[in-house]
């Protein structure tokens, strides 16, 4: 794998396989990679003939109360998975050589990121959209995967892509599931045994809801306000539980179609995400 | 002259240049041309070995009490203009073209868009920055030409462009002015007889102050208080006269170097801009 830190260097490599009319995936990362992140990889194989992926702890998608110097950093464990999936490229800038200067022109999404999860983290989704414009522009691939985990923001990125019209496919990678349903993260390294047993029932709760709604229930609101304190009853904090329209996550009507259900809820200390598309 | 309007078609006649290492220049407009845009054609020539013209007028940069309606529209003229000095390719989207749904991920430049020709035109140079940074990711040139005549539209889009590590060189063209030194604008044609023999008097008025400071006179803002009272004592109304950093725009101080005097001022109806480096 080669490993590549300045952007000069990075995109002299690149050129030269442009030139040679191969087309590159790409799959930004912040680093601390597990099997889901892996599985991102394995996909952007699939859409292109070689695989670059990056990590990179982006300070500007950090709130004020967000410990950005905590963030976990594992690079020569990601480094050696990123070999494993057969990973041909890395890019792992430093501040400096993304941020030589402060990056004080952005790009600005719209309402969505002030709901769900930009509700919980001013700034955020205008960090992310700022900094993937930016990979976007270093790197120019041809196909970029993100995973569907994070629902939110594979569709400011999408959106953002579709509205500067950047001649970049955007694809979203199912997530990847232990066996009793829990979406992989890194987060899950910090429940208790007896939280991790019990963490599945969020997934389930989704997919109970999704069941609902198939079978006609458009009481959306009622259904989820439902779910939630079902959850809290045992010892979850719940954010939201919520049923939106896939592209603008804008809240569903019951005329909708294209839905997905979201949800963050604390569980002890960790607050976990998942959602579940219908 | 190949036109194209359709950004699809467009993109398949650039991607055939670029297979055969053809370097593009790209010259971005609003149209109703005049030997001021045809410069800026001749200068992206000797930087690519094609140029590519576009014509737009960017509902987004026009503020609410701004006029895009009334805006000139002189298609068949610009090609006319545009042939006979060598241009290639010319890109004239329709709205629905360039904006199939409505833009709401915008690129939003820092202070230097507040400022200025930006106080008096809110949301301008957001409009101006997010249409730029769409027309670049479709046209991908490898050398873009502003006229510095907006020199903080200039300014707005260069730092834009280092800031997303965009892999285009922006190079500012100089202003062309008529024999009295009257900067060329489409907007000099609102102006009366009389009015026009007067029109020189800001250019010179800049080259006034520009030759005091290289004496040694480091106090701006009387500099420029005198000589906008002057202004204004022939029939001007000064909207502002100002020395700043180049880079920034912002004010500037004995201390800082590259300086650029900015000007606006209505004479009669037109409003007339101008500036000149130091």
Redesign the interface.
């Known amino acids: 794998m080669e490993i590549y830190s300045n952007?000069a260097d990075l995109?002299a490599a690149l050129n030269k396989l442009r030139q040679q009319n191969r087309r590159i995936g790409f799959v930004p990362t912040m680093g601390n990679l597990h099997a889901g992140h892996i599985s991102l990889m394995h996909q952007a194989k699939t859409h292109a003939d070689c695989v670059l992926a990056s990590i990179f702890v982006n300070r500007l998608q950090f709130g004020p109360n967000e410990d950005f110097d905590k963030y976990p950093r594992t690079f020569e464990a990601d480094c050696a998975q990123l070999r494993e999936a057969g990973v041909e490229f890395l890019f792992a800038p430093t501040e400096n050589d993304l941020y030589p200067?402060p990056?004080?022109?952005?790009?600005?999404?719209?309402?969505i990121q002030f709901m769900l999860e930009g509700e919980c983290r001013p700034g955020h989704f205008r960090g992310v959209?700022t900094v993937v414009?930016?990979l976007f522009?270093?790197v120019?691939p041809d196909v970029a995967v993100f995973g569907k985990k994070d629902y939110q923001q594979l569709m400011v990125i999408r959106?953002?892509t579709?509205?500067?019209?950047?001649?970049i496919r955007i694809i979203g990678g199912e997530t990847v599931r232990a066996e009793d349903s829990l979406a992989l993260s890194s987060r899950n390294g910090y429940l208790s045994p007896e939280e991790r047993a019990e963490a599945p029932r969020l997934q389930q709760t989704l997919q109970n809801i999704r069941q609902a709604v198939l079978s006609g229930d458009h009481d959306y609101e009622a259904l989820c306000r439902k779910a939630a304190a079902n959850l809290d009853s045992h010892g979850w904090k719940t954010d939201y539980i919520s049923i939106r329209r896939q592209q603008d996550l804008a809240p569903a009507t019951a005329a909708d179609r294209d839905l997905v259900i979201v949800a963050a809820s604390r569980l002890g200390t960790p607050r976990l995400l998942d959602n579940l598309e219908i």
């Open positions: 952007v995109r200067e990056q004080t022109y952005t790009v600005e999404p719209p309402e959209a414009m930016k522009q270093i120019q959106n953002m579709n509205q500067f019209m950047l001649p």
